[in-house]
Structure formats: structure tokens, C-alpha cells
Nanobody, 126 residues
Framework: QVQLVESGGGLVQTGGSLRLSCSAS????????LGWFRQAPGKEREIVAA????????YYADFVKGRFTISRDNAKNTVYLEMNSLNPENTATYYC???????????????????WGQGTKFPVSS
């Protein structure tokens, strides 16, 4: 069993930055890919970014390319999401997740992930 706990949410103004962290306990999350997802009220959960087990493969949704950076520290069992140039459209609950299986590429659909954190939410004020 893997427990994932997100942190780093908080009120941020448009144009501001925030870093989310997700720490894992229980069984480690190597060699599994990790992902960050978001879900806004009334909308489906969608991928934001993903990273393979060694960081060799990363994926970013088009709406965050150039603004967000995903990284991981396997020694600390932690994955990060650095977010810059935030705007109100980024307001959502953000979840980290660990992939269901082992592979060189990070999966993108939510069904590719087995373990999920409880989510962290941050409003972006205009």
C-alpha cells in the first residue's frame, strides 16, 4: 500500500507562483511513474504533468507547457510541481498519483494510476 500526501496549496494571486509537493509513505514509488492531475468543480479529472521513474520522460498538458515543471526526488520519496504565471483558470483541486505499472514512459490517462493523494486546492485570485 502507498500513501500519498500533497502539500503546498494556498491563496495565490494571478501571475504568482506556487510549488506543490507530494510525499509517499509505505511502499516506495520507484520504479513507478508519478503524475499530477487536476479536477475543477463539475469537470473530469485531467492530467497536468507526469514524470517517469528516473525523470527521463516527462509529459505536460498543453495548458501548462512552459509554466509548470514536474520533478521528483526518489531519495525523499517526493514529487514536486512548480507552477508559475498562475491564473484563475488554474484553480482546481490538484492530486498526485503513482502509476499502476512499471514502464519507461509516464502514462497520461487517470486509469494508468493506482494510488492517489487526497488532493490540495488553491484559489488563484484575479
Amino acid at each position: 500500500q502507498v500513501q500519498l500526501v500533497e502539500s503546498g496549496g494556498g491563496l495565490v494571486q494571478t501571475g504568482g507562483s506556487l510549488r506543490l509537493s507530494c510525499s509517499a509513505s509505505g511502499r516506495t514509488f520507484t520504479p513507478f511513474s508519478l503524475g499530477w492531475f487536476r479536477q475543477a468543480p463539475g469537470k473530469e479529472r485531467e492530467i497536468v504533468a507526469a514524470i517517469s521513474w528516473n525523470g527521463g520522460d516527462t509529459y505536460y498538458a498543453d495548458f501548462v507547457k512552459g509554466r509548470f515543471t514536474i520533478s521528483r526526488d526518489n531519495a525523499k520519496n517526493t514529487v514536486y510541481l512548480e507552477m508559475n504565471s498562475l491564473n484563475p483558470e488554474n484553480t482546481a483541486t490538484y492530486y498526485c498519483a503513482r502509476a499502476r505499472g512499471v514502464g519507461q514512459q509516464a502514462p497520461t490517462p487517470p486509469t494508468g494510476y493506482l494510488y492517489w493523494g487526497q488532493g490540495t486546492k488553491f484559489p488563484v485570485s484575479s
